[in-house]
């Protein structure tokens, strides 16, 4: 099967199958479908009165989906369960699928102020990273509780790696005084992984590296599976949209103009 997700505004029509928005504010709500030889098969959607959005699929050596989604609505009902929002911004949901599409869980993460994610990967040790960005004074991810470093209500990016029970193995954030944003993810060999990081400074904190460039807003970092940052560059660029690897570990930003390494 294929699978896709994302947000509908309105009603939306899979086949016979109609998903009927549930917000009354012309917001949005998330989606998860799946294709098999061309036909819609499986079919869910969440949301409430406010915004919601799928963000991000992958698929675990067992074929189990995990659909990473943001809810911007004071509560949500997911597979008959209420999620209640305590930051009345973003918060995020992991939900993980059986291979054949039925329910297994959701785990909800957040803190206080508004916090948002943007991608999410497996990597060659069966292990999901999810990467995006937050502004809460206290922004819980497992037994990790990450803080808001600039202090003037600036964004600060940030890491996680996970298990396929969902359990978080541990969280790191990045800063530069400025907002910043894990972007993209893309796997590296060995359990290790590529980011694409955004940011409106010239410079980001990534321990032990510190990059700079005063023409730079876009930065790249490889981790091991700890955590552990291998190194990190500015980038020269307009923005990077996404990021690929290959066989040997090797990743290029996909973007435009030509990119120049620090």
Not at 75 to 96: D, P
Not at 134 to 148: A, K, M, Q, R, V
């Amino acid at each position: 099967n294929q699978w896709i997700t994302g947000f509908y505004v309105g009603d939306a029509q899979f086949n016979i199958t109609i998903l009927y928005n549930n917000s009354s504010n012309g917001y949005y709500d998330i989606f998860l479908a799946s294709l098999h030889n061309g036909n819609w098969t499986s079919i869910r959607s969440y949301g409430n009165e406010s915004a919601e959005e799928g963000r991000a699929l992958c698929m675990d050596s067992s074929g189990n989906i995990y659909l990473l989604a943001e809810f911007f609505s004071d509560s949500i009902l997911i597979e008959g369960n209420w999620f209640h929002n305590s930051s009345n911004s973003g918060e995020m949901l992991l939900m993980k699928y059986h291979a054949d599409g039925s329910f297994a869980w959701v785990k909800q993460f957040g803190g206080d102020g508004w916090d948002q994610v943007y991608t999410m990967k497996l990597s060659s040790d069966n292990h999901m990273w999810i990467g995006g960005d937050f502004d809460s004074n206290n922004f819980i991810l497992g037994n990790d509780t990450l803080h808001e470093a600039t202090g003037f209500g600036d964004a600060d990016a940030f890491v996680a790696r996970l298990d396929t029970n969902g359990n978080v193995d541990w969280a790191r954030s990045f800063y530069s005084g400025y907002n910043e944003s894990l972007w993209k993810l893309s796997p590296l060999p060995d359990g290790k992984m590529a980011a694409a990081f955004v940011s409106d400074g010239d410079v980001i904190s990534i321990p032990p590296f510190s990059p700079t460039d005063i023409y730079a807003t876009n930065f790249l970092a490889a981790f091991d599976s700890n955590g552990t940052t291998l190194w990190a560059k500015a980038i020269e660029c307009i923005g990077t949209n996404d990021i690929a690897t290959d066989s040997t570990g090797i990743f290029t930003p996909v973007s435009f103009p030509m990119i120049q390494f620090q």
